[in-house]
T-cell receptor, first 114, second 114 residues
Framework: DAGITQSPRHKVTETGTPVTLRCHQTENHRYMYWYRQDPGHGLRLIHYSYGVKDTDKGEVSDGYSVSRSKTEDFLLTLESATSSQTSVYFC?????????????FGQGTRLTVV | AQSVTQLGSHVSVSEGALVLLRCNYSSSVPPYLFWYVQYPNQGLQLLLKYTSAATLVKGINGFEAEFKKSETSFHLTKPSAHMSDAAEYFCAVSEGNTGNQFYFGTGTSLTVIP
């Protein structure tokens, strides 16, 4: 298994509160991603990172911010949680360079906003 | 731009029967294609991938897929379904050897009937 740890694994929070999810990797891979998984939508990219302090938006980035101050950590912050952000969040990593073609996924964080 | 369409959000097969999960893609450049499997409450695990070598690729657990450029398809098959194959399956595309973003289909839930 790829060395990816997501924390927390489960969280319940109230509407309007900030929430931070953490993704930690031990693989030293360059690329890191945050996806959300919702029924009928598959996985949708929220933000991704291509290096320390280098990040970019995905297709569903509104209401989310990210930070990557170290290669191994990629944080996803919901600035003011809403019920529409109730979802399962997955972190993924990928190494750069030819031959490194696929992404590896963490176990997911189930977030409920009440 | 890349996109993936998975036909059939739910597929049911009898144990021992053929499994066929459909994936069609759209890509403006030669794609890399992937099938991932997700078991309940787990992350995504790579089943197999196409990266411009052989068009028929074999993966884990007896699955295989064939890349058909003329049909823009990458359907997943397994000759004989097993109860343990029950899971969610996702097809994904990236932009070939320069691609570091992945676009996922909406998933197909496979049920195996004993």
């Amino acid at each position: 298994d790829a060395g990816i740890t997501q924390s927390p694994r489960h969280k319940v929070t109230e509407t309007g509160t900030p929430v931070t999810l953490r993704c930690h990797q031990t693989e030293n891979h360059r690329y890191m991603y945050w996806y959300r998984q919702d029924p009928g939508h598959g996985l949708r990219l929220i933000h991704y990172s291509y290096g320390v302090k280098d990040t970019d938006k995905g297709e569903v980035s509104d209401g989310y911010s990210v930070s990557r101050s170290k290669t191994e950590d990629f944080l996803l912050t919901l600035e003011s949680a809403t019920s529409s952000q109730t979802s399962v969040y997955f972190c993924a990593i990928k190494e750069s360079g030819q031959g490194n073609t696929e992404a590896f996924f963490g176990q997911g964080t189930r977030l409920t906003v009440v | 731009a890349q996109s993936v369409t998975q036909l059939g959000s739910h597929v049911s097969v009898s144990e021992g029967a053929l499994v066929l999960l459909r994936c069609n893609y759209s890509s403006s450049v030669p794609p890399y294609l992937f099938w991932y499997v997700q078991y309940p409450n787990q992350g995504l695990q790579l089943l197999l991938k196409y990266t411009s070598a052989a068009t028929l690729v074999k993966g884990i657990n007896g699955f295989e897929a064939e890349f058909k450029k003329s049909e823009t398809s990458f359907h997943l098959t397994k000759p004989s379904a097993h109860m343990s194959d029950a899971a969610e399956y996702f097809c994904a595309v990236s932009e070939g050897n320069t691609g570091n973003q992945f676009y996922f289909g909406t998933g197909t839930s496979l049920t195996v009937i004993p």
